[in-house]
T-cell receptor, first 113, second 112 residues
């Protein structure tokens, strides 16, 4: 079975632009979570979606938004990009039950210039 | 709020030596504790998970971790380091909402 997939793998954007990152969960998984990992730091929780509803949100500005589609894939959108948004964005999927293991994708490396 | 602290941003051990990576969680006992490993330019891979069923948790690749409530610790160990163990290791905690809170990570270097 395929693992969690993310696209694109790398992305370079200019300050002020908008970006959309995509994630496809493992087949059968209904929950998707997004994390931001700045170089040299641990991942920071951004969003969690379960059955297309937002289940949790981390301490990120409103420039960050996400959604989950009927097939459980997900998009993370970031508006008005700042240099500080440069990071590895990780997607994780799980069955969505309490304590279920989260499986991470390889991430999307976003560079804002 | 739950949090984890990893002691030592870099740890170096000789090949064949004991690996010990330290992690302390905040005072309230979390439902779930994890160790993840991240190889360069890759996502995170789950090494092991504590769910209160047993205090000694065995994971993949010969790693294990022991939950000690009295010390609020969940240290990761491996009896004999291998060159392939060189990576970044993250301790993490999750509440029943499944939001994972990660530590800042410890980079493990293996010396030949």
């Amino acid at each position: 079975d395929a693992g969690v997939t993310q696209s694109p793998t790398h992305l370079i954007k200019t300050r002020g632009q908008h970006v959309t990152l995509r994630c496809s969960p493992i087949s059968g998984h209904k929950s998707v979570s997004w994390y931001q990992q700045v170089l040299g730091q641990g991942p920071q929780f951004i969003f969690q979606y379960y059955e297309k509803e937002e289940r949790g949100r981390g301490n990120f500005p409103d420039r960050f938004s996400a959604r989950q589609f009927p097939n459980y894939s997900s998009e993370l959108n970031v508006n008005a990009l700042l240099l500080g948004d440069s990071a590895l964005y990780l997607c994780a999927s799980s069955l969505g039950t309490v304590g279920a293991e989260q499986y991470f994708g390889p991430g999307t490396r976003l560079t804002v210039t | 709020a739950q949090s984890v602290t990893q002691l030592g941003s870099h740890v170096s051990v000789s090949e064949g030596a004991l690996v010990l990576l330290r992690c302390n969680y905040s005072s309230s006992v979390p439902p779930y504790l994890f160790w993840y490993v991240q190889y360069p330019n890759q996502g995170l891979q789950l090494l092991l998970k504590y769910t209160s069923a047993a205090t000694l948790v065995k994971g993949i690749n010969g790693f294990e971790a022991e939950f000690k409530k009295s010390e609020t610790s969940f240290h990761l160990t491996k009896p004999s380091a291998h060159m392939s163990d060189a990576a970044e290791y993250f301790c993490a905690v999750a509440n029943r909402d499944d939001k994972i809170i990660f530590g800042k990570g410890t980079r493990l270097h293996i010396l030949p």
